[in-house]
Nanobody, 115 residues
Framework: QVQLVESGGGLVQPGGSLRLSCAAS????????MGWYRQAPGKQRELVAR???????NYADSVKGRFTISRDNAKNTVYLQMNSVKPEDTAVYYC?????????WGPGAQVTVSS
């Protein structure tokens, strides 16, 4: 069974940077879309960014120009580089991988932006 392991969450000051990583426990089917979602207390889960097998990306308007999603197919890993973070970015971030066979979700990583 495929499991997603997230790392890189934690406390960061406003304006700072943070990098989230999500690695699959085993090789994922090559044709897939990897993404990051986040959920703040009292709010519904929302898409932050996603990247296709071909490298095409999409970002939520709230993070455009600040966050960058990337992937390393050899390592079955997706990253989210978070720059110029704001208190509004505080949430639990979930890794997501969508294939033609199944959808996979990470356990969630807490990101807190505070001074």
């Amino acid at each position: 069974q495929v499991q997603l392991v997230e790392s890189g969450g934690g406390l960061v000051q406003p304006g700072g940077s943070l990098r989230l990583s999500c690695a699959a426990s085993r090789r994922i089917f090559s044709f897939n879309t990897m993404g990051w979602y986040r959920q703040a207390p009292g709010k519904q889960r929302e898409l932050v960014a996603r990247i296709t097998s071909g490298g095409s990306t999409n970002y939520a308007d709230s993070v455009k120009g600040r966050f960058t999603i990337s992937r390393d197919n050899a390592k079955n890993t997706v990253y989210l580089q978070m720059n110029s973070v704001k208190p509004e970015d505080t949430a639990v971030y979930y890794c997501n991988i969508v294939t033609i066979a199944a959808d996979y979700w990470g356990p969630g990583a807490q990101v807190t932006v505070s001074s």
